[in-house]
Nanobody
Framework: QVQLVESGGGLVQDGGSLRLSCAAS????????MGWYRQAPGMQRELVAV???????NYADSAKGRFTISRDNAKNTVYLQMSSLKPEDTAVYYC???????????????WGQGTQVTVSS
């Protein structure tokens, strides 16, 4: 059983910072990609940032220059440092991992339960 557990969400003022963490646990052979998505009320879930095991990253335009994604492969953990937060960043942030349970198995998608980020104006 694989679990992704997020932490670090909360309420912050416009211009503030937050750091999200997501730890993957369970019987995992390898994690190819870990990342963060978000979903605001009435909106579709959207990409925020992803990072490959090798360190390549990709950001949504809205996150570039303000958010930084990083991984600790030894701990199966991904972080999202968010700075200069804006009210429009308010959403539930979900951790995602594309991983293999066994060395011979294919890749599967897993999601965390989500953590609320609220930015007040």
């Amino acid at each position: 059983q694989v679990q992704l557990v997020e932490s670090g969400g909360g309420l912050v003022q416009d211009g503030g910072s937050l750091r999200l963490s997501c730890a993957a646990s369970g019987s995992i052979a390898s994690i190819n990609v870990m990342g963060w998505y978000r979903q605001a009320p009435g909106m579709q879930r959207e990409l925020v940032a992803v990072a490959t095991r090798g360190g390549r990253t990709n950001y949504a335009d809205s996150a570039k220059g303000r958010f930084t994604i990083s991984r600790d492969n030894a701990k199966n953990t991904v972080y999202l440092q968010m700075s200069s937060l804006k009210p429009e960043d308010t959403a539930v942030y979900y951790c995602n991992a594309l991983l293999a349970l066994y060395a011979w198995s294919g890749l599967r998608d897993y999601w965390g339960q989500g953590t609320q980020v609220t930015v007040s104006s």
